[in-house]
């Protein structure tokens, strides 16, 4: 997601990574953001305290003022962030944030016509809009006004997905002091914080924040740097049950229909029925075989799959298929699961008409 983001602002930002230390000092954290004393997020209750001169950084907004004072005037810094927070599909105590500041010259808004703030205003939003398009495409979004210490106006962009607004950043006009501060006087910034994890829960369709946590490989083999377009597929957190079933199919045999059967009998514990065709029968042209050779790829991500196939000299064409059952919610037994495949193959038998082996 980092470097997603990094290619959206080209070579014109210097980038800083983890290298920033995750324990600093509640100065940097709070007083050098312009944070106030009885502000809720300097409590306990909200903030992981190493000491009470040290944190655990809640934002990476910590690091703005330091690199301000560095004489940095475009930056990205990402970075783990920690929070005593409520822990639901989008909250999780530790995440990642990616901070974005600009400054900007009277010369960049004298020209335009619009005061500094103004004109960082609708930088700042033209440039955000852009990353989410970027990233997302044709997506829904909606901005929303807000309050942080730290900038005035505030901005939250939140994106719709499934079926509900997500905030992904906060952002806004640089407040005046941090920059005066830093010895910048005669400028204006903007600045943005967002949320890498929940962009990434946007752009493949992750729908709980804690599965970035996962180390099951049914989560992290469907993941692979630089590659996009790819959405998440659910899967339960209950082992699978795997039965085979062979037998002679005739000519009206279609995996369509024996998925019904299964789903007919087993219903939600299938996990995924998908359709394949695997038939070497002699006399079918390379094209075909080409068509063979992806399917074959593809049954690996299916869960009634067809695991072998052969014809005999009389012609009949015998498949066996492996159907993965697992539950959502629990463990199944043996008995549940041998009972269904025992219905499974009563039914496949009568309704296709087919030969069991
Ligand atoms: N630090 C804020 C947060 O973690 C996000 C943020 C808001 C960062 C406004 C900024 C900003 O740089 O200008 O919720």
């Not at 830093?182 to 990434?200: H, I, M, P, Q, Y």
Request: hydrophobic share 35%.
């Amino acid at each position: 997601m980092r470097d997603l983001v990094n290619v959206c602002f080209q070579n014109s930002y210097s980038y800083f990574y983890e290298f920033l230390c995750q324990k600093i000092y509640f100065l940097q954290n709070f007083d050098d953001v312009l944070v106030p004393p009885d502000h809720i997020s300097r409590s306990y209750n909200d903030t992981y305290y190493i000491d009470p001169q040290t944190v655990l950084r809640c934002h990476t907004s910590a690091h703005q003022a330091e690199l301000l004072r560095r004489g940095h005037t475009h930056f990205l810094v990402t970075g783990d962030v920690y929070r005593r927070d409520s822990i639901d599909s989008t909250h999780y105590p530790v995440f990642h944030q990616m901070e974005g500041v600009r400054v900007f010259l009277p010369g960049d808004w004298e020209a335009s016509g619009m005061d500094g703030t103004s004109y960082a205003a609708e930088d700042l939003k033209k440039c955000l809009e852009g990353l989410a398009r970027h990233l997302f495409g044709d997506v829904e979004m909606r901005w929303i006004d807000t309050y942080f210490p730290f900038t005035n106006p505030s901005f939250e962009l939140e994106i719709y997905f499934q079926e509900k607004w997500l905030e992904v950043l906060g952002c806004g006009v640089t407040e005046q002091e941090i920059l005066k501060r830093s010895g910048k006087t005669d400028n204006v910034a903007w600045a943005f914080g967002l949320g890498l994890e929940r962009l990434a829960m946007v752009l493949f369709g992750i729908p709980d924040i804690r599965l970035f946590w996962s180390t099951d490989e049914r989560f992290t083999s469907q993941f692979s740097k630089g590659q996009l377009g790819v959405k998440f597929k659910p899967f339960s957190k209950y082992p699978p049950c795997y039965k085979d079933m062979s037998f002679w199919i005739n000519e009206s045999f279609t995996e369509n229909n024996l998925c019904e059967v299964v789903r007919g009998v087993a219903g939600d514990l299938v996990e995924e029925v998908c359709l394949f065709m695997f038939l070497p029968i002699t006399g079918l042209g390379p094209l075909h075989h080409f068509s063979q050779v992806a399917e074959l790829l593809y049954i690996f991500d299916c869960q009634v799959q067809l695991i072998d196939n052969f014809t005999n000299k009389k012609g009949m064409t015998s498949q066996c298929y492996r159907i993965a059952y697992r539950s959502m919610e629990r463990s199944l037994t043996d008995e549940e699961i041998n009972e269904l495949q025992w219905n499974v193959r009563e039914q496949v038998q009568s309704k296709l008409k087919v030969v069991l082996r």
